[in-house]
Each structure stands twice: as C-alpha cells, then as structure tokens.
C-alpha cells in the first residue's frame, strides 16, 4: 500500500525573515485566506486584547515579537498546507535551524525599504546548506521603498541564486498602483484595507494597455521599462532548477493591505514540492545503513523537531512536534521511540492552528502532528511504528553565552530542577550540570534568550531565579576513540566537565585558547562545536 495520492497535496514550508520584515502578518494573512481563521490579530496593537495568532506566548505579547516558532494547517485548493512560522529574532536561530530541517521549503520576506538584511542572511545559508527552495515575498511596497530592480539584484547577490519575477509592481510608496501578474497577465489594482479579501481587489488584463497608461500614467510607464529591463535580465522560470534551490520566485505586495499575498498562496500550491524522501540510519546487525525513506511508503515513520513545554497552563504538558517522514498516522497506533526502544502512549495527538489544537484523525508524510506527552521524548528522536531507523540532521550549536543559575528561594529545588530539565529538553536553552557539582549553567546563542527562560521560570515553574555571570565563554562536545583516552581526559580536567541535557559530555571553556591547549596535550581528543541528536557529531572538530 502506498499513500502517494495524500503525500502529493501536502505542502510543507516555513517562513522566514529579519525581524520587523512583516513575515507575523504575512503569516496571519495566508491563513486568512485559505479560511483558517475568520479575523487576523493586528500585529502592531499588542496591548489590545487581540494579538497576533501565531504568538502565543506571554512575553512574545509583551514585546511584540516571535521567540518561539509556531505550527499552523490549512486547507486551500484541496492541498494540505503546513505553515511553520519561525521567530526572526537572531537570538533564537537555533530554534529557527531545527524548524528548516522539518520543512521542504520555505517562504523568504523582504522588507523593501531595507532589503536583504542580517538574520535573513544567516537563515538563507542554512536553506543553502539544504537546497531548500525558496519563495521570495517583497513586503512593504505602499511605504516609500527601494527601487524594485536593486532589491532584486541585492537578492540575487545574497542568495547566490537568480531571481524570476512572478510579478512586478507598479509604482510604490503614495503612488503605488498595484502588481502585474507574469503568470496570469493581468494588472490587480492596489486598495489599502486589511479587511480586504482577494476577490474585492481589480483585476484589468494587460491587454487593455490605453486603460492602463492613462490611468497609472508615468508609473505605468516607469513599471513597464523596468520590468522589461528585469525579466530580460532573469531566466524563464525552471521548475527543476527552483526545487533544486539554484533560482528562487519572486513576488511583491503589501501583507499588511492583504495585497498580493493570494499570489503568494496559489505558488505555494503550484510551485512549492510536495514532501520529499529524507535520509535515515536504518540499523542492520547493530550497525548503521543509509537508506532513504520514501513520503509514500506504507510504514509510518517521523522526527521530533520540536519539544514545548506548558503551552497549555492549565494543564502543564508537552508537546513532541514531530514531522512525519512516511506512512499514515491514525489514532491508538503502537509507536516506538527509538532512542530508548519505549513504545510512545500519547495521551492526545493533535494538529495545530497556534494555540488551537485539534485532534488528529489521519496524517501523513509531510504534516506535522502534536504528541502530548510527560517525559520520555527529546529532540531528535525518531518515532517509527517499529522499523529501528534514526533519522540524522538536528543541529545543536555550541553556547557562545553562559549563565550561573542562583534560586532565590531554596524550597524550589525540586520546581527548578523540572523546570531546567523541561526547558533544557525543549531546546529553549542549553542546560549544563556540572560534574563536580555545583549550580546549573545555562548556555544560549542569544541574551534574549536567558531572559526568557528566567520569565518562564517563574511564570510556569513558580521558580524565582538570579542570572550571574561565569567565567565560561564556550563549550565542545567531546568524543574520544578509546573509553580510556576520554577517562585520561576526564581526569585531567575535572572541573571542565559537564553534561547537557541528553547527557553528553561537554567541556567548558574559557577562552578560544582553552580548546587549543586542550587539544595540544590530548591529540586523540575530538571537539565538536556541533552536535547532532543521539550524540552523532556534526561539522569539523576544533
């Protein structure tokens, strides 16, 4: 039996940007459309009781931002759509990176008063590291902007790839008129609103050309030279070369106007690929054979690339997100997490729309589905319906920040060693026991995130806790290639050892030098800065 038909409607694609890009209301907008939700929470007016859908959490509502990534469906031309929307705040890219290997592409905002920017650099090398396919969306394009054909050429510069306009906009700022659709050669005129749907907008084919030149006059003009100059300059679409990641479509409009975003929707239908086959350790004899999993084959198989904690307050669970590599998914099945070789008993399966959860009836490859559950499941871990493969390429980057944990309230022992152990599971941040005792170190990529963890602490662990500064500056994971060597190791640096929360052996560092030194005087010592789930170690050693 193969599941091929339902694979093919799936499409799986995560959002990414630089902060203030607009890709939240983008996000709100998609859903909207494809009918989702009935009324998009406005973005800008956090303090109103209305906030946007895909922010859940309370410090997000404070500050206005995304911190964690959220997890949407939606139905829309009989397709499947699974919506990953990730937080653009550089301090939580880590987030971000595991959240691009669960996806098949991704949907790039551009703010265009500003162009490429830095975290949208940083998220693009992860996409090209992946040859995942890249959907471009020009945002912003009623405010004053840059000159569409330098932001097509910054983009094509950045991405390393070519762009293909899909459509091309008339006029910009006070003046901006509208979008010319390549695909359907017809002009949608602009109308700013955010109530508006895609049906209330004009539509004037491009064949009336005398009406368009008088109504749009000098921008018409201007819109028509320079979209000649681009598409001139641009390859004609070429679908294998888009799914390879070699050129990516571009589109312009105005998320925050509901304009130009439909155009956005039918690509992802259209252009976008259905789940792809992913690669698998499958374990023969004990030893590990490399086998690709096709989306459609009969035996259910999926990866947890996200664990969250409490997104329910009342009720204090979590949440295994887990992107589904092949079979079918339908309730009450026996599944296996193969890190342990424990059958899984969630008590509820779910899909998602942000904070709303519904049960899950059927599921397939490419759609992401929601265990709830109390323990036993970390990132990384492949769940199979008993076929003992592990699935590779979740990311932990090494902390380049370091905090001392100090509880104010001694009693809270207990609450806080949940907590970390929770919050640590759930990748929100790196959570290092030292082996000589003493208290708990908190690594992170970012500030932003220390001061998160430190709110949830105490809003979801009731645990009042100090963040002071160590002397440690950055960790490697080690690996040695003899029990004996890594003892010898161990010995000699006591108070450098530390496990983290999957229980992998660390060494702390000081400085750069540390590390040098270290493996100056144990040359069979290897340091990773990565690591991959399940202690499979990831990129150079050094």
């Known amino acids: 039996m193969t599941y091929a038909n339902e694979t093919r409607r799936r499409r799986t694609f995560a959002i990414i940007s ?47 931002i995304s911190v964690a990534s959220s997890v949407m469906q939606m139905l829309y031309r009989d397709h499947v759509i699974n919506l990953l929307d990730t937080p653009g705040h550089k301090d939580f890219s880590e987030d971000t990176y595991r959240v691009l290997t669960a996806v098949d592409s991704a949907l790039m905002v551009i703010d265009a008063a500003n162009g490429v920017e830095a975290q949208t650099r940083r998220l693009i090398e992860v996409c090209r590291q992946r040859d995942t396919p890249i959907i471009t969306f020009v945002n912003k394009m009623d405010r004053e902007v840059r000159d569409p054909l330098d932001i097509l050429d910054e983009v094509e510069r950045e991405l390393g790839m070519p762009c293909v306009p899909m459509t091309w906009p008339v006029g910009q700022g006070k003046s901006f008129g509208g979008i010319v659709n390549l695909r359907t050669q017809a002009m949608t005129v602009f109308d700013s609103g955010s109530e508006r749907l895609p049906q209330d907008f004009e539509t004037i084919p491009l064949t009336e050309q005398a009406q368009l030149a008088e109504r749009f006059g000098l921008e018409w003009q201007a819109a028509m030279d320079s979209m000649e100059l681009a598409t001139g300059a641009s390859p004609t679409f070429d679908e294998a070369a888009f799914l390879a990641g070699k050129q990516t479509p571009v589109f312009f409009g105005s998320g925050v106007n509901n304009f130009g975003v439909m155009e956005v929707l039918d690509a992802l239908v259209d252009l976008a690929p259905a789940p792809k086959p992913r690669t698998s350790n499958l374990i023969v004899n004990k030893q590990p054979v490399v086998k690709e999993i096709q989306p459609e084959d009969s035996a259910f198989s999926g990866v947890v690339f996200k664990v969250q904690a409490n997104m329910d307050a009342n009720h204090r669970d979590r949440i295994a997100f887990v992107r589904m590599a092949s079979g079918k998914y339908t309730p009450g099945m026996k599944l296996k997490v193969q890190r342990t070789a424990k059958e899984l008993r969630p008590t509820s399966v779910v899909t998602f729309l ?28 492949t769940i199979t319906d008993g076929a003992n493969l592990q699935f590779t390429g979740l ?50 990529v970012g500030q932003l995130q220390f001061e998160v963890v430190q709110h ?33 190791f161990t010995n000699a640096y006591p108070q450098r050892m530390s496990l983290d929360a999957a ?16 493996q100056e005087r144990f040359p069979k010592i290897h340091f990773h800065p990565l690591r991959e789930h399940a202690g499979l170690s990831l990129g150079s050693a050094n």
């Not at 709303?356 to 265990?371: H, K, P, Q, S």
């Not at 809270?412 to 026991?433: H, N, W, Y």
């Not at 229980?503 to 270290?518: E, I, K, N, Q």
Request: net charge negative; glycine share 10%; hydrophobic share 35%.
């Open 18 to 64: 630089h902060p203030d890009a607009g890709k939240t209301t983008l996000t709100e907008k998609l859903l909207l459309f494809s009918g989702a939700i009935q009324i998009a929470g406005s973005v800008k007016a956090r303090k109103a009781s209305r906030h946007a859908t895909s922010d859940w959490m309370e410090i997000e509502k404070q500050r206005g």
């Open 354 to 381: 942000s904070q709303r959860r519904e049960a899950v009836d059927e599921a397939y490859a490419g759609d992401i589905i929601g265990f709830t559950t109390h323990g036993g499941v970390q990132l990384g871990d």
């Open 395 to 444: 990311p932990f980057f090494a902390p380049e920040l370091f905090m001392t944990v100090i509880l104010k309230n001694p009693l809270r022992t207990k609450q806080l060693q949940t907590g970390l152990d929770q919050l640590g599971e759930e990748g929100a941040i790196q959570v290092f026991k030292p082996e000589i005792g003493g208290p708990m170190l908190l690594g992170a």
């Open 456 to 488: 949830r602490l105490k809003a979801e662990y009731d645990c009042d806790v100090r963040l002071e500064g160590c002397q440690y500056t950055g960790a490697r994971w080690i690996t040695a290639d003899t029990p004996a060597e890594l003892r010898e």
């Open 503 to 518: 229980g992998t052996l660390a060494y702390l560092c000081t400085s750069p030098y540390d590390v040098r030194l270290a």
